[in-house]
């Protein structure tokens, strides 16, 4: 089966740094993807992690391990532009190119 | 560059009704993916198109179908409409369609079936 799981909601501080974590069960593995979307926006694409490990990209870092089926973004200096939902979409290998996305966790920043 | 497009942004449908909706993918890009985000919901997979063929198919009934254009604009198609289907649309875009293709989203059709 599928499954995705990331906390519902989450507050932060103006400034502060918050990790947003995901655990995936899927039949195989291919990738796993981080996008962010406003309220009533379409989904914008933050990170995107294959192999082991930490890739940053600015105020924003993702981490992956495979072995765990368990991937986290890490959001630093927040701004209360970043106050969105983040969702969380292994991608189904074999060629489907099929993104499975959770519910999402949104992230309120407040002052 | 401009981004993915759809069109109609907004719509309103009775129950049994048909929709056809629309979206133009990035320049360059060829594969084109439709999501169903309900309220409150994750985006759930329906349709991969790729050099106008279909390649993949999420777990939606076979009234939901689509196609793609040789330009490779693509529509989706619903056709007796429930009141489930209410939801929002969104369209995106890759290059080919090979695994690590990021996948661009545009700005999606909110449909309200009635």
């Known amino acids: 089966g599928q499954n995705i799981d990331q906390p519902t909601e989450m507050t932060a501080t103006e400034g502060a740094i918050v990790q947003i974590n995901c655990t995936y069960q899927?039949?195989?593995?291919?990738?796993l993807f981080w996008y962010q979307q406003h309220a009533g926006e379409a989904p914008t694409f933050l990170s995107y992690?294959?192999?082991?490990g930490l890739e940053e990209k600015g105020r924003f870092s993702s981490f992956l391990s495979r072995s765990k089926g368990y991937s986290y973004l890490l959001l630093k200096e927040l701004q209360m532009k970043d106050s969105a939902s983040y969702l969380c979409?292994?991608?189904?290998?074999?060629?489907?190119?099929?993104?499975?996305f959770g519910a999402g966790t949104r992230l309120a920043v407040h002052p | 560059e401009a981004g993915v497009t759809q069109s109609p942004t907004h719509l309103i449908k009775t129950r049994g009704q048909q929709v056809t909706l629309r979206c133009s993918p990035i320049?360059?890009?060829?594969?084109v993916y439709w999501y169903q985000q309900a309220l409150g919901l994750g985006l759930q997979f329906l349709l991969w198109?790729?050099?106008?063929?279909?390649?993949n198919r999420g777990n939606f009934p076979p009234r939901f179908s689509g196609r793609q254009f040789p330009n490779y604009s693509s529509e989706l198609n619903v056709n007796a409409l429930e009141l489930e289907d209410s939801a929002l649309y969104l369209c995106?875009?890759?290059?080919?369609?090979?695994?690590?293709?990021?996948?661009?989203f545009g700005p999606g059709t909110r449909l309200l079936v009635l």
């Open positions: 198109y790729d050099e106008g063929e279909e390649r």
């Open positions: 320049s360059g890009h060829t594969s």
């Open positions: 992690n294959v192999l082991d």
């Open positions: 899927t039949s195989g593995f291919n990738g």
């Open positions: 995106a875009s890759s290059r080919q369609g090979a695994s690590g293709e990021t996948q661009y």
């Open positions: 979409a292994p991608r189904q290998p074999g060629g489907y190119n099929k993104l499975i």
